[in-house]
């Protein structure tokens, strides 16, 4: 059975173990930090790990192992990632991916005039990339 969950101390172990899954712990921590996990018959297979500056989200490590699954997995690691930190007040994520599963779940490729540019904090904007990180409301995306 596969699960979407948030990270817990008891998976620090198992994930620092594996090489393949463990950037996800070992990024360079920024500030408040949030992780989402991928559970397949109680293995974590992936993750998404990042930090929050105000009201954004910044993903710094977004991995799936591999898999025939890989895309389908990704798919319900972001979806699920985009409501975990919806529920705890967080009103953009960006990634720094220019994976066309963002733009199919919804992100946007960051121009540089969005208005949201001059609230985020200095490592937020250190971070973010124009025309190299995609983005997306939290909100608007359980509007539709």
Do not use: C
Request: no cysteine.
């Amino acid at each position: 059975m596969i699960s979407f969950r948030k990270m817990k101390l008891g998976d620090l172990e198992n994930i620092y173990k594996d090489t393949e899954i463990r950037p996800l712990i070992t990024v360079t921590p920024k500030g408040k930090k949030f992780a989402v996990v991928i559970e397949l018959d109680e293995q974590i297979i992936g993750g998404a790990s990042g930090y929050v500056e105000n009201n954004a989200a910044i993903a710094q490590s977004v991995i799936v192992k591999e898999s025939d699954q890989k895309h389908l997995y990704k798919d319900g690691l972001i979806r699920s990632l985009i409501h975990f930190l919806e529920l705890d007040g967080i009103e953009l994520l960006f990634i720094n991916d220019i994976d066309p599963l963002y733009q199919i779940i919804g992100f946007h490729e960051l121009q540089g005039n969005e208005d949201f540019l001059s609230n985020l904090g200095d490592e937020a904007n250190n971070d973010i990339k124009i025309n190299h990180t995609l983005w997306i409301n939290l909100k608007d995306f359980f509007k539709h």
